[in-house]
């Protein structure tokens, strides 16, 4: 094990680590160009005080500190991989671009139902770090880890019993660059399974492992369970795509981990989404309005706008991450009756709209947008006014929680102005 290890980064993550290593007398100290921590500053003289370097998801591989860490030959952590050497139990890594969050909580609900000892943690919200601190780590126990691309490009030293890997679309570009590079970061959580580890993948991951030859060993393909689905509650929210696609994946992992199908439909029939992630807010005079602030890349919105149906006054935009903007923008215009664009990405988003789609508006303020959309759905019966951006919230606010919640809040407002009119 280690005796003194350098943490870099001062948010959630690498304050987690740094309780974990000073519970077990380790020797730290906390890098932060920011100034939160105990260093501002990092170079080549630092590298010998350090037998072990551990980073937050933030830093690239192309960050000159990681660039020095890595050459210096000596363990280089992400935070997961680094609580990995102290949990007792077992651990299933939840993987992919999209339903990553659902998945995790799914399997973790449904472990609870069947009587074992089970936490969820990694990209979550709540850190593994945290969870090895916590009484569910113990033999027999088991973590449900959600794991970014981020979180697992410095995974050396994580094991995994289980690995599901949802899907795979455009994300993360302006990290990575290409499609390759980011499927390859995501890819290296193979090299995490155990001999004899399960592993299921969805359909487009597999897709993409043929189209890049990419062969990889006791792969499972998840086709859709339509029996097993017929057995949910009419109310369960994974009667709709794209959540019953999801459940299509879990029940594969549930049955190759031996446990009974009765326990994950219990779990599924009691299970509520996170929030922001495609719940109706209200309907008010035939208008239903959606928040799916949540889906931060294409491939989330347009599965958003698959599940709605039509009529659709889509609100979009915010800042860009890599992609085929243009692309995106094509096969948007199938689903949508109207467009309202708002942020950084608008005037570029609105350009690719036009031509494919008659009616599209551009309002760089969110607040605007949002409005302008409540005005054009009164002219469409039965409209679907959908937040589902298909772009990062950092441009107007600090997360997409922060962006469904002032949704929200506007939507709600909409019932004092009726109730005052």
């Keep these: 094990m280690f005796r003194r290890c350098a943490i870099f980064g ?9 309780r974990l290593a000073n519970h077990h007398d380790l020797e730290t100290v906390l890098i932060d160009e920011a100034g939160q921590g105990d260093r501002a500053t990092f170079g080549a003289d630092d590298l010998a005080e350090f037998d072990a370097f551990v980073f937050s998801p933030g830093f690239a591989q192309e960050h000159p500190w990681r660039v020095l860490a890595e050459a210096s030959g000596r363990p280089c952590l992400s935070e997961l991989a680094f609580a990995a050497r102290y949990w007792q139990g077992k651990v299933i890594g939840v993987t992919g671009t999209n339903g990553k969050t659902t998945l995790t909580g799914l399997i973790d609900a449904a472990l609870k139902v069947a009587g074992e000892v089970s936490v969820a943690a990694g990209n979550i919200g709540y850190t593994f770090s ?5 009484s569910a780590n113990q033999p027999g126990a088991y973590v449900v880890l959600e794991i970014s691309s981020f979180q697992a490009e410095l995974a050396d030293g994580l094991q995994l019993d289980a690995l599901l890997w949802t899907n795979f679309a455009e994300d993360h570009l302006d990290r990575y660059g290409s499609m390759i590079q980011y499927f390859n970061a995501k890819a290296l959580l193979f090299d995490c399974l155990k001999k004899n580890g399960i592993c299921v993948v969805g359909k487009q991951v597999a897709q993409t492992m043929e189209s890049m030859r990419k062969v990889y060993d006791a792969c499972c393909v998840a086709d859709e369970d339509s029996a097993l689905l017929f057995k949910l509650d009419r109310a369960s929210v994974f009667h709709r795509y794209p959540n019953s696609e999801n459940f299509s994946l879990a029940a594969e992992m549930w049955w190759l981990l031996g446990k009974s199908s009765a326990q994950l439909i219990e779990a599924a029939n009691a299970f509520t989404l996170a929030p922001h992630r495609l719940a109706m807010v209200a309907e008010y005079d035939g208008v239903y309005y959606w928040d799916d602030s949540k889906a931060t890349n294409f491939h989330a919105t347009l599965a958003g706008l698959e599940s ?4 659709v006054v889509w609100i979009g935009g915010g800042r860009a991450k890599g992609g085929d903007v243009e692309a995106f923008a094509h096969e948007l215009s199938n689903y949508v009756n109207a467009a309202v664009v708002y942020g950084e990405v608008a005037e570029r988003l609105a350009q690719a709209l036009q ?3 008659d009616s599209v508006h551009v309002h760089p303020c969110f607040a605007d947008a ?5 005005e054009l ?3 469409i019966p039965e409209a679907n006014v959908l937040l589902s951006p298909g772009f990062s919230s950092f441009d107007q606010f600090s997360s997409y929680a922060d962006r469904g919640k002032s949704f929200t809040d506007m939507v709600l407002s909409l019932k004092n102005t009726r109730n005052a009119s």
């Design 377 to 379: 759905a009164k002219g």
């Design 10 to 18: 001062a948010g959630q993550s690498a304050l987690a680590a740094r």
């Design 355 to 357: 031509g494919s789609l």
């Design 130 to 134: 945290d969870a090895v601190l916590s």
């Design 308 to 311: 709605v149906g039509p009529p």
């Design 370 to 374: 949002v409005y302008a959309a409540v």
